[in-house]
Nanobody, 129 residues
Framework: QVQLVESGGGSVQAGGSLRLSCAAS????????MGWFRQAPGKEREGVAT???????NYADSVKGRFTVSKDNAVNTLYLQMNSLKPEDTAMYYC???????????????????????WGKGILVTISS
């Protein structure tokens, strides 16, 4: 029984920062790929950032240099630090976790979430101009 619970969303002005957290229960973060996806109205879901079991990270081109994904394995919590936010970052953000241990985050990112078995309910991030 796995649950992913996001927190830290809200509204912020362009140029500001937010930090999202995802608390995982019934899950071992240290052996799995975890990440963040987002979906804006009228747009397809896209991968934002992932972190592999070995600590390597993957980012969408649109967020490179602005977002940082990290994970605290001791408390099974995933984070997304978002800086220099832009209006186009406005979306529902979803915490995601792979169902298979040691799966490759690069594949999950490239195939838009294939291999993700667990999803959070989503948290809204709104960036005003």
């Amino acid at each position: 029984q796995v649950q992913l619970v996001e927190s830290g969303g809200g509204s912020v002005q362009a140029g500001g920062s937010l930090r999202l957290s995802c608390a995982a229960s019934g899950y071992t973060a240290s052996t799995h790929c975890m990440g963040w996806f987002r979906q804006a109205p009228g747009k397809e879901r896209e991968g934002v950032a992932t972190i592999d079991s070995d600590g390597s990270t993957n980012y969408a081109d649109s967020v490179k240099g602005r977002f940082t994904v990290s994970k605290d394995n001791a408390v099974n919590t995933l984070y997304l630090q978002m800086n220099s936010l832009k209006p186009e970052d406005t979306a529902m953000y979803y915490c995601a976790a792979a169902g298979t241990s040691y799966s490759y985050c690069s594949r999950i990112m490239d195939h838009n979430g294939v291999g993700i078995d667990y999803w959070g309910k989503g948290i809204l991030v709104t960036i005003s101009s």
